[in-house]
């Protein structure tokens, strides 16, 4: 017996196939961003010490992964049907991203007094690194769409442009 299949997408019908295949970034880009959030208020009420802003890093990456995979699985029901353990797992690969979206900026947190940076250079490193992978994964993921490489730049300049918000917060609230 097969487990629940994919809800239809906007465009599709319920029982008809794909009119053609999808590429799916989404996870790895808000996981990115998500991150730079992070990086970026963490400093608010006090320094972190570096092991501590990693593990933040990775810890808000895990929640929200959860709270992702939850929201899936209540959000997006067969009429008549409750989660399956098996539709958990499927959902919980999927949202992965989410997670591992938080480990290049913790890894940059974690290396940064190798490169001689004290706690504030060490918090601009982890965010141009949460940056650079957000702007990164949109345009691999417009690329792998078949979108023209002026779609994939005017997309990877749309996340730089959040990004940049991002680091705009950071630089307001003076760390």
Same mark, same amino acid.
């Given at each position: 017996?097969?487990?629940?299949? #994919?809800?239809? &997408?906007?465009?599709?019908? #319920? +029982? ?26 963490? +400093? ?27 929201? &899936? ?6 009429? +008549? ?13 999927? #949202? &992965? ?38 702007? +990164? ?12 490489? &002026?779609?994939?730049?005017? #997309? ?5 442009? /959040?990004? /940049? ?11």
């Amino acid at each position: 017996m097969s487990g629940p299949e #994919e809800p239809p &997408r906007d465009g599709e019908r #319920e +029982g008809a196939p794909a009119a053609r295949a999808y590429t799916d970034y989404a996870g790895a880009v808000y996981g990115s961003m998500l991150a730079a959030s992070v990086v970026a208020t963490a +400093g608010t009420v006090g320094d972190y010490p570096r092991v501590q802003l990693a593990v933040l890093l990775v810890v808000t990456g895990v929640v929200f992964w959860a709270a992702h995979v939850y929201a &899936r699985l209540a959000g997006e029901r067969r009429v +008549g049907k409750g989660p399956s353990w098996r539709e958990a797992r499927r959902i919980g690969r999927h #949202e &992965r991203p989410i997670i591992e979206a938080a480990l290049p900026p913790a890894a940059a947190v974690l290396i940064s007094p190798l490169l001689g940076l004290g706690l504030t250079g060490t918090s601009w490193l982890a965010l141009g690194v949460a940056v650079a992978q957000q702007v +990164g994964w949109a345009f691999v993921g417009a690329v792998r769409a078949g979108a023209s490489r &002026r779609q994939a730049a005017i #997309e990877g300049l749309a996340n730089l442009v /959040l990004g /940049l918000i991002i680091v705009a917060a950071k630089a307001a609230l003076g760390h």
